[in-house]
């Protein structure tokens, strides 16, 4: 056993003993340490009503054998002090509870080849579950910008939004992490088993579950806090009022992340969430993935220019010959002297500038007067 095996065992048992961003546990681990913590559990010592929940799980504790189990399956439980550790979790340990839940993990039970200390650089695409076509096609657009531009783009599996973003990293050639409210040896929901385990090939399943966990509604909030702690930013599209991704976006706005809207119809149920976080500020705007990385860049890149309709020919005029050009009729021919009355100018000025939108072919002479040349756009 080398150093950190203890503090290794510690927290594959806390993580265990309690359920998953249970603030008591990450409060009593920051004070006191994870060996301590345990070792205090194991003595019948009373934290904070932590023995009363977990004395039913202690005598049934084997972290040795969990980390055993885990080798077995090509999985790795990765904590704090690690090189491997995504130190942006950290965070969360200054971050106030959302719904009773909040805290750093344990630690991270991990498959895959990406290391997690390569996901900074990263994005988290989320949203609802009964995402609509069009919420598909942008959550799927979104992540495939991001992932050609290097970002790993982070999300939950789960149906919808979920799915989308990460099938649009993975066609766009780059990495992809699912964060689940589960054992990352149980692939939920069963529906995305391929997906999941393609990611685990590819890139990287991540829980604070041991293997052999399920799934239950409190673990998915718990879930939503890796989420957003994870990345740079969460890009939302598609949240109805009372949406699971409206939690994440919450623990994004709380870790100081970037957070980003999608807008939807006006008259889309499972858009008004994202339109509340816009309309309140918490959220910028976004349409495309590159909107996405001129917020999620370093500073000068990913620079989008303003954009603007196409120019037209008379968009370079001078204000004068615009004004001439606007009293020339489309089609029939009037004398110089018409267009001067129309346009407010002299007659001088007039006939300089209808010589000039002559030779740049917008006017021509006809029938003893002057007209537009062809389709002029006005």
């Known amino acids: 056993m080398n150093g950190r095996e203890p503090e290794r065992l510690a927290r594959v048992a806390l993580g265990r003993l309690g359920e998953p961003g249970d603030p008591r546990v990450a409060t009593l681990v920051?004070?006191?340490?994870?060996?301590?913590?345990?070792?205090?559990?194991l003595d019948q010592r009373e934290h904070d009503g932590l023995l009363s929940d977990v004395a039913g799980r202690l005598a049934a504790i084997d972290p040795a054998r969990d980390l055993d189990v885990a080798d077995r399956l090509g999985i790795r439980f990765v904590i704090p002090g690690d090189a491997e550790w995504p130190t942006q979790l950290d965070d969360l340990g200054a971050a106030p509870p959302v719904q009773e839940r909040g805290g750093a993990p344990m630690g991270l039970w991990v498959r895959g080849p990406l290391r997690l200390d390569e996901v900074e650089a990263s994005v988290s695409v989320v949203g609802s579950r009964s995402a609509t076509t069009y919420g598909a096609h942008v959550a799927g657009e979104l992540a495939a910008v991001s992932a050609r531009a290097g970002l790993v783009v982070v999300s939950g599996a789960?149906?919808?939004?979920d799915q989308a973003a990460h099938r649009g990293a993975v066609a766009a050639g780059g990495r992809s992490v699912a964060v689940l409210a589960c054992g990352v040896d149980r692939p939920y929901p069963p529906a995305h088993r391929d997906l999941i385990e393609h990611l685990a090939r590819t890139g990287a399943v991540v829980s604070e579950l041991a293997p052999g966990c399920s799934p239950t509604r409190l673990r998915f909030l718990a879930r939503n806090r890796m989420i957003a702690a994870l990345t740079g930013g969460t890009v939302v599209v598609e949240a109805a009022l009372r949406s699971g991704a409206l939690n994440t976006a919450n623990w994004a706005s709380r870790l100081n992340r970037h957070l980003l809207g999608v807008p939807g119809p006006v008259t889309s149920a499972p858009s008004q969430g994202?339109?509340?976080?816009?309309?309140?500020?918490?959220?910028?705007?976004?349409?495309?993935?590159?909107?996405?990385?001129?917020?999620?860049?370093?500073?000068?890149?990913?620079?989008?220019?303003?954009?603007?309709?196409?120019?037209?020919?008379?968009?370079?005029?001078?204000?004068?010959q615009q004004q001439v050009l606007d009293a020339v009729p489309v089609s029939s021919s009037v004398g110089a002297e018409s267009i001067a009355r129309t346009a407010g100018l002299s007659l001088l000025e007039v006939g300089s500038a209808l010589t000039r939108l002559r030779d740049h072919g917008l006017v021509e002479q006809a029938e003893g007067g002057w007209r537009l040349a062809g389709p002029v756009s006005r």
């Not at 920051?30 to 559990?41: K, N, R």
């Not at 789960?158 to 939004?161: D, E, N, Q, S």
């Open 30 to 41: 920051e004070g006191s340490g994870a060996v301590a913590v345990y070792q205090a559990l």
């Open 158 to 161: 789960a149906f919808g939004i």
């Open 274 to 320: 994202v339109h509340q976080l816009i309309r309140t500020g918490a959220a910028t705007l976004v349409t495309s993935g590159e909107e996405v990385l001129e917020v999620l860049g370093r500073a000068g890149q990913h620079l989008l220019e303003v954009p603007r309709g196409p120019e037209r020919p008379r968009d370079k005029l001078p204000l004068r």
